[in-house]
């Protein structure tokens, strides 16, 4: 299976976009959808290609299957379509963010994400904190960081 990992472009947006709402109701059908699919299109819209070293997508024969948005060490969004998961392209993206980013990296995860839990803690990810809901859809997260120097 060949995937490319490359820079997201401004067309990608709209891929991009109808990745992360669906893959976000398959995975994670309890969280509040704080944003309609009207605006998350139009935030995809207006950020991808706007920072275009932060963001990467994975693509298979042409489809987008999997992405990440990455502000300097923050990994802000990481994810893969469904039916794809499993086979290596999480970690392609994530061995990616560690390459342009390689001190350090930051992330949250849902608490109740646990399968994005167990996936960052076998890439060397370890907690240094929990909220209990400070962001958009008012979820409680886990903080996690990786270095390069554990």
Not at 3 to 17: H, K, L, V, W
Not at 31 to 56: C, I, K, M, Y
Not at 63 to 77: N, P
């Amino acid at each position: 299976m060949e995937i490319e990992i490359r820079e997201a472009r401004t067309e990608d947006a709209r891929e991009i976009a109808d990745l992360h709402i669906t893959v976000r109701r398959i995975a994670m059908p309890y969280l509040n959808e704080p944003f309609t699919e009207d605006e998350t299109r139009a935030w995809f819209a207006r950020t991808v290609g706007d920072r275009s070293e932060a963001w990467w997508v994975a693509q298979h024969a042409g489809q987008i299957v999997g992405y990440m948005f990455l502000q300097k060490q923050y990994l802000d969004h990481l994810y893969v379509r469904s039916g794809w998961q499993g086979r290596g392209i999480g970690s392609s993206l994530l061995n990616k963010a560690k390459t342009l980013s390689p001190r350090q990296l930051e992330l949250r995860a849902f608490k109740r994400n646990t399968d994005a839990q167990a996936f960052y803690e076998a890439h060397g990810f370890h907690i240094v904190g929990c909220t209990d809901g400070q962001n958009n859809e008012n979820e409680p997260d886990v903080r996690y960081v990786w270095s390069s120097e554990q």
